[in-house]
């Protein structure tokens, strides 16, 4: 049972890093221009604080799930957090990246982020819930410490091969660094845009509900 657990953890964590997002794109730049050697500081330090964000969501996720505007709150989370990141990748694209840098700087960053990491929030309520439900696993304090490992590994499965084959495609095309972190400032400017667009329109369809039955 506990191996189980420990694979339950590790599989949906390492599903819910594969879609395009603040961490695996900071990865991917991260990678393209400072190296493997930094990028897997990074992964270390955000797998890590994953395990107690992991622990402390599954813990408090029927709490959570009581809160009515949470999902408000997060997505303009997200909207200011891909706004910044999307504005300060743009701002820096067209500068050369630096040959040093500090051992530390990676590993602050991975914990930064681990923390300001606000679509974990409704991942693992909506997961959670339905393993502990389906009792896929146990919602004890053991199990969910092997449960939070799992977890932690998987982040740190799926991003290591985010790394991986960001060094392939940078490899196999030689993209310049201007170019990879345009493209990337545009995703970060996307994501924004979806959330705007996404909280928008939910605040509109109810209104035009009410209108179409009168």
Not at 2 to 15: E, K, M, P
Not at 156 to 176: M, V, W
Not at 191 to 204: I, N
Request: charged share 15%; proline share 3%; with cysteine.
């Amino acid at each position: 049972m506990i191996l189980l657990t420990f694979f339950i953890g590790l599989i949906a964590n390492f599903i819910g890093y594969i879609p395009p997002g603040n961490i695996n794109l900071t990865l991917v730049q991260i990678t393209i221009n400072r190296g493997m050697k930094q990028a897997l500081q990074f992964i270390i330090a955000f797998s890590c604080v994953e395990f107690f964000f992991t622990y402390f969501i599954m813990h408090a996720a029927k709490w959570l799930s009581g809160q009515v505007r949470l999902d408000i709150v997060i997505d303009w989370v997200m909207v200011v957090l891909f706004g910044v990141m999307g504005t300060i990748t743009w701002i820096h694209r067209k500068k050369p990246p630096e040959t040093k840098y500090s051992d530390t700087d990676s590993i602050k960053y991975g914990i930064l982020l681990g923390f300001l990491n606000p679509m974990q929030v409704p991942f693992w309520m909506i997961t959670g819930t339905y393993l502990i439900t389906h009792e896929w696993i146990l919602d004890g304090k053991l199990a969910l410490v092997i449960f939070s490992i799992g977890s932690a590994a998987g982040a740190f499965l799926c991003l290591f091969l985010y790394a991986e084959f960001a060094r392939y495609i940078q490899s196999k095309f030689a993209l310049s660094t201007r170019i990879i972190n345009t493209a990337i400032a545009i995703l970060f400017f996307a994501f924004a845009a979806y959330h705007v667009v996404k909280r928008v329109y939910l605040a509109v369809e109810p209104k035009t509900v009410k209108v179409v039955h009168k």
